[in-house]
């Protein structure tokens, strides 16, 4: 039997700021004429709407109330709508809603970040205007939590678990809007004053330089850097000897691994210079003098972190900073926001240069030589450094030649120390990145060879061999690992310049008798799969022969070059600079170095002794063009592909 009334439209809920006019809507059918009367409930009181007897119900939102609406027909025959919500906003931004807004969800409050102990509630909150009203859904790491339909997400007891970053999104017919995310951190991290979501370095030491003096702290600066930061929990990558393409590349992709709450740290050894207050990293392939488009500036970088809103921004210079151009136009320097979290550690003081300390086959610059006592305080990053400041003060060497300077805007008492709290997404890999496995080979005569790889930075890596006990039938085996065919022409622009990362190897892996090792350095130019080959020359008992056997092995392009293959990346044309290979007796490598141990020795990063504390006669070098961004410079690297000039 047919309904005697039959509603054909329901009201519908909104969700409008207050003063918004809109209408509520209700339809019906029946068997005779209808008559329609609106209610209202406010706080648990229902009462009848004076005069809203009509099928709409016009509306200019005051407060949040409930409405239903009541259709009679001439038998008294009665029937209720939906109860429908009328949510309204006493507060929202300005501007808000647009001005030709059409009903789609609009956020206007967002969820907050939060710290929760361990099986204490978890609540966050959001709300969206609407018409009509959005529904929602809330996300934790990217997933879908399939009971999380409401504005309030509630977990009545947190576990460790939830920790995690959560957005949720507000939708109607008309689309869809996404709330900000937020990372909620349950547990371990309540009782800290301080965290990081992830600690993130970048270490850039150069050292060779082609139209420049050759510098040999940065390698070991690097070196004993990046064991420091990762005995800290940092990621880290480091890189020696970049030239401009490869510094912004570098730079890039350290700025896109960035995220809220991040400490991350910018170290750079080799040359540089400083002019009206801008602070610029000479690249290796940098003429004489230098070109405006040449050099890159630490302040842009600077700017860039801040952006991705780092919890702390650390800038290590261990560069001189020699005024140069004095009498060119004052460079324009955009100041940096006041968001309180940035330290620079300078070296040295304006116009002054940064000494390195030269003892033996191992060099450090004086900076690095007092860092790396304290880095590891668990105190104030800027009080840490005060600790440097003083004890390059104490040194005799450099007392009237070199003094550390310290600026910051640190609001906040963070250390490198302090614990790591991920936000929870998974945190894409940053680090020298993965050495290849290590395997054996077998020769025909049975003799078995392991096969081992070391990588000291991210882009130096060291293949090495170690004889297992030959078959009785083999006496008197050497081995040997040749250069690969596609590196013959391969011009080294000094053996000598290889010598510190030898010297490192060997005291990093003294414990193991290695018998021969390969180098490949500069694996950011590595352009194609190399095949290295091993040669074993050994005698045969029986016959009393000299005998030679190879094998070959292909050593994958992606991994050798890991750190600049990452996807995002075109790899730019690297022709002009080709990579340095070489190969040595591990046995002949402590033996690589030729200055003569004995009384340590001063040299500025200019290359002058420290006596004589010539200062530059490059005043004319030119500083870098104000007009050319740094992400203009990437853009247009990225774009280019092989054989392709970049800019």
């Known amino acids: 039997m047919q309904e005697a009334i039959v509603i054909t439209e329901q009201p519908i809920s909104v969700s409008v700021p207050v003063g918004y006019s809109f209408t509520l809507r209700c339809r019906a059918e029946g068997r005779t004429s209808l008559q329609y009367q609106w209610f209202s409930q406010y706080q648990s009181v229902c009462c009848q709407i004076p005069g809203a007897t009509k099928e709409d119900l016009p509306i200019t939102a005051q407060q949040t109330q409930l409405y239903t609406c009541r259709i009679n027909d001439l038998y008294k025959n009665a029937v209720f709508s939906d109860w429908v919500k009328v949510e309204v906003h006493q507060c929202v931004a300005r501007g808000l809603p647009p001005r030709l807004w059409r009903g789609e969800p609009v956020i206007v409050l967002n969820p907050t970040e939060q710290r929760v102990e361990v099986g204490k509630p978890l609540q966050l909150q959001c709300a969206a205007m609407g018409v009509p009203a959005p529904s929602y859904q809330w996300y934790r790491n990217g997933n879908l939590l399939e009971h999380q339909k409401k504005k309030k997400l509630w977990i009545t007891h947190a576990k460790v678990s939830d920790s995690g970053t959560y957005l949720c999104c507000a939708s109607n017919s008309h689309g869809e809007h996404w709330t900000n995310a937020v990372d909620i951190h349950i547990g371990t991290c309540r009782s800290e004053k301080f965290f990081a979501t992830g600690k993130i370095a970048l270490l850039v030491g150069n050292n060779r330089y082609q139209h420049h003096p050759n510098l040999m702290a940065p390698v070991t600066d690097v070196f004993e850097l990046s064991l420091l930061l990762e005995q800290l929990g940092f990621q880290v990558v480091s890189l020696l000897d970049l030239n401009k393409a490869e510094m912004v590349t570098a730079v890039s992709r350290f700025l896109q691994l960035l995220g809220k709450g991040v400490y991350a740290i910018f170290y750079y050894a080799g040359h540089g210079y400083e002019h009206s207050g801008r602070n610029y990293m000479v690249p290796v392939d940098a003429p004489q003098p230098y070109a405006p488009e040449n050099c890159i500036s630490v302040q842009r970088i600077l700017q ?119 936000s929870g997404a998974a945190a894409e890999h940053w680090g020298r990145g993965h050495e290849p496995l290590s395997k054996t080979m077998t020769f025909p005569c049975g003799v078995q060879v392991e096969l081992c790889f070391r990588r000291l930075f991210s882009n130096v890596m060291y293949v090495c061999t170690k004889l297992q006990p030959p078959p009785a039938h083999v006496a008197d085996a050497h081995l040997r690992l040749c250069r690969p065919t596609e590196m013959d022409d391969v011009a080294v622009l000094k053996e000598s310049c290889l010598d510190q990362v030898e010297s490192l190897l060997t005291s990093v892996y003294k414990q193991e008798e290695l018998d021969c090792v390969f180098q490949l350095c500069g694996l950011q130019k590595i352009q194609t799969d190399v095949i290295l080959q091993l040669d074993l020359h050994y005698t045969q008992l029986s016959t009393k022969q000299r005998t030679c056997e190879s094998l070959q092995t292909t050593l994958q392009k992606s991994v050798l070059g890991q750190f600049f293959s990452q996807r995002n990346y075109s790899q730019p044309n690297y022709q002009r600079t080709p990579a340095c290979a070489g190969s040595t007796c591990l046995q002949d490598a402590s033996a690589l170095s030729t200055d003569p141990k004995g009384q340590a020795s001063l040299r500025t990063g200019s290359g002058h002794s420290l006596p004589s504390s010539v200062p530059s006669h490059s005043s004319s070098e030119p500083e870098e063009n104000d007009e050319s961004d740094l992400s203009e410079l990437c853009s247009a690297l990225l774009r280019a592909g092989p054989g392709q000039d970049y800019p």
């Open 304 to 422: 860039k972190m801040q952006q991705q809103q780092t919890a702390l921004n650390l800038i290590l210079l261990d560069t001189c900073r020699k005024w140069y151009n004095p009498e060119c136009a004052l460079s324009q320097v955009q100041p940096l926001e006041p968001w309180g979290n940035t330290v620079y550690g300078y070296a040295t003081s304006e116009d002054a240069e940064a000494y390195e300390l030269q003892d033996g086959e191992f060099s450090s610059g004086i900076f690095m030589k007092y860092l790396k006592k304290h880095i590891l305080q668990e105190k104030k990053v800027t009080h840490m450094l005060e600790d440097v400041l003083e004890d390059i003060g104490r040194d005799p060497l450099v007392t009237g030649k070199q003094v550390m300077e310290i600026k910051h805007t640190l609001k906040e008492a963070r250390s490198l120390t302090d614990p790591i709290c991920p």
